[in-house]
């Protein structure tokens, strides 16, 4: 099953993390680590409410709470 198919609404947050950054996986994406605090950087894209990870190897990021069933996460073109 791929990680879109496991997004719903009804998760809790961390459920809904663990998905959305496997979907980012799955696509390619080689998502920027937190080195203080370990872990997924959960605010490459900060601004306001909107905040979400963004890929070491293209530079996508995008905001998970603006996108939060994955649709709109590219398939990752970097090397």
Excluded: Y
């Excluded at 791929?2 to 080689?30: N, P, Q, T, Y």
């Excluded at 990021?61 to 990752?76: E, F, L, N, T, V």
């Amino acid at each position: 099953m791929s990680a879109v198919e496991k997004i719903k609404r009804d998760m809790g947050f961390d459920e809904w993390c663990e998905a959305w950054f496997a979907l980012c996986k799955e696509r390619g994406h080689d998502l920027k680590q937190d080195a203080d605090f370990g872990g997924i950087d959960q605010f490459v894209t900060s601004g306001g409410i909107c905040n979400g990870p963004g890929c070491t190897k293209c530079g996508w990021s995008a905001c998970m709470h603006c996108d939060w069933k994955g649709d709109r996460i590219p398939q990752c073109t970097g090397a």
